[in-house]
């Protein structure tokens, strides 16, 4: 589905980046292998014919209260080795943090397409406490910018989180497209069968952007979301376990299972 000044491909490759400094973990990497290891699963979405994908950095926990400055370099670093690897991919970023400002403001300096960002509208109680939407200082930024080119890829009750309020699934999805402007909306259950009926219950309001399954994709459940989802993120379902490391990398996703979910995908 065309969104803006691009093409969206069916399949969105999700690459989690290896923890940093800034997590604090005893195996935190330098960025010198964050790179490397973000450019190894990105060439292997590629060579299973991945043409959109999204970097985040997961491992990064507990998240910070706010983008460390630290944080937002090494995005930007990440970004633009990507960037200058994949010149054709659609490229996009999704922070840990809630940060509508700084996330915009990455993928302007990594001359990205896209931003998914986990808690648009409303409020959402996760791990790292209240969690806040954060419309106005996206568009705001991307105002600024003049990155309207951009696009707002926008989660609606995230499923690693409970909404903060009972505002029904449809309306929330409604404010998020009127009131925020989001580009294209994300939906994920905690199971298959709770993404299908989110996706039941969204569909019929016709809301003039794509809507994405944001997760828990399968081989075996990629029929049941064929003619609900517009677009799929994937991550898991390229994994396969015990596969080589590279230059002491580790490698999480292999190429034929990125090839059969892109051929299953169409």
């Known amino acids: 589905m065309t969104l803006g000044a691009f093409k969206l491909p069916r399949v969105i490759a999700a690459i989690h980046l290896l923890p940093s400094e800034d997590s604090f973990r005893p195996d935190a990497q330098p960025l010198s292998k964050i790179i490397e290891h973000a450019l190894i699963h990105a060439q292997i979405a ?20 706010s983008m460390l400055e630290s944080t937002r370099a090494r995005l930007i670093a990440v970004g633009r080795e990507l960037r200058r690897a994949f ?12 940060d509508g400002k700084a996330t915009m ?6 001359d990205a397409q ?17 969690v806040q939407g954060v419309a106005y200082e996206t568009i705001r930024t991307r105002y600024q910018l003049n990155a309207e080119h951009i696009r707002i890829l926008a989660d609606v009750y995230d499923r690693l989180g409970s909404p ?3 505002i029904p699934l449809a309306e929330m999805c409604r404010q998020a497209v009127e009131f925020g402007r989001a580009d294209a909306l994300v939906l994920t259950g905690r199971t298959p069968e709770q993404s299908m009926r989110m996706f039941d219950e969204v569909r019929p309001l016709k809301l003039p952007v794509p809507l994405i399954l944001g997760g828990g994709v399968s081989v075996q459940m990629l ?20 596969l080589p490391p590279r230059n002491g990398l580790p490698v999480e996703w292999d190429v ?11």
């Open 256 to 266: 034929e299972r990125v090839r059969e979910i892109v051929a299953l995908a169409g």
């Open 105 to 110: 403001e990455i993928a302007h300096a990594i």
């Open 114 to 130: 896209f931003v998914r960002i986990k808690v648009y509208v409303g409020a959402m109680v996760k791990a790292e406490g209240i």
């Open 164 to 166: 903060l309020g009972n």
């Open 46 to 65: 590629y060579d299973g014919g991945v043409r959109a994908f999204y970097f985040q950095d997961v491992h990064d926990t507990p998240v910070a209260p």
């Open 87 to 98: 010149p054709d991919v659609v490229l996009g970023v999704c922070p840990m943090q809630n």
């Open 223 to 242: 029929k049941y979301f064929a003619n609900r989802a517009d677009h799929f993120i994937v991550h898991a379902a390229f994994v396969r376990h015990g």
